[in-house]
């Protein structure tokens, strides 16, 4: 009629750490991605791959970015892009690039010319001192870009 009394089972500190340990090297072994560095050459690609090979011209695109972030983790970018945002001319999409984050793709946006204007501000993770690169494709089929140098001070959530 009772339940049995379940045993009680100790384990140690030791023998945790040991299967947390094993935990990881069967993730790792599993395939899971492992952060690594991106390099303005594979930023580059992305770029291509994004806008589809289209020739980059430089113009129309602003951005707002500190020369100097004593925050890494949260990096203020404003970026804008000169266009009348009409039918016959607007910006389709607008692509951010960190040339040596984990990852080079921080965001991207879509426009119709209903957006009225192309005024974007966010915040991104700088993960060292880099180049940025934003690039506008725009409803004739051309691509503008530009280019911003953020450094990261040391300790600042970068390694500087």
């Known amino acids: 009629m009772f339940a049995k009394p379940i045993k009680e089972v100790r384990i140690s500190r030791r023998d945790v750490l040991k299967l947390g340990g094993a935990a990881v090297v069967t993730a ?10 991106a390099s303005p050459k594979e930023a580059k690609k992305r770029l291509a791959e994004l806008t589809k090979g289209a020739k980059l011209q430089k113009g129309r695109v602003v951005i707002d970015l500190p020369a100097l972030t004593q925050d890494g983790k949260r990096t203020r970018i404003h970026v804008t892009v000169d266009s009348p945002m009409t039918d016959e001319d607007h910006v389709k999409a607008l692509h951010i690039l960190a040339e040596r984050n984990t990852y080079p793709n921080v965001a991207s946006y879509f426009f119709s010319p209903m957006s009225g204007k192309v005024d974007i501000t966010t915040r991104m993770r700088v993960a060292k001192s880099q180049t940025i690169i934003v690039a506008a494709e725009m409803s004739d089929g051309s691509v503008y870009y530009t280019k911003a140098r953020c450094r990261v ?8």
């Open 28 to 37: 790792l072994l599993m395939g899971l991605p492992l952060p690594a560095e």
């Open 153 to 160: 001070a040391r300790g600042a959530g970068g390694c500087g």
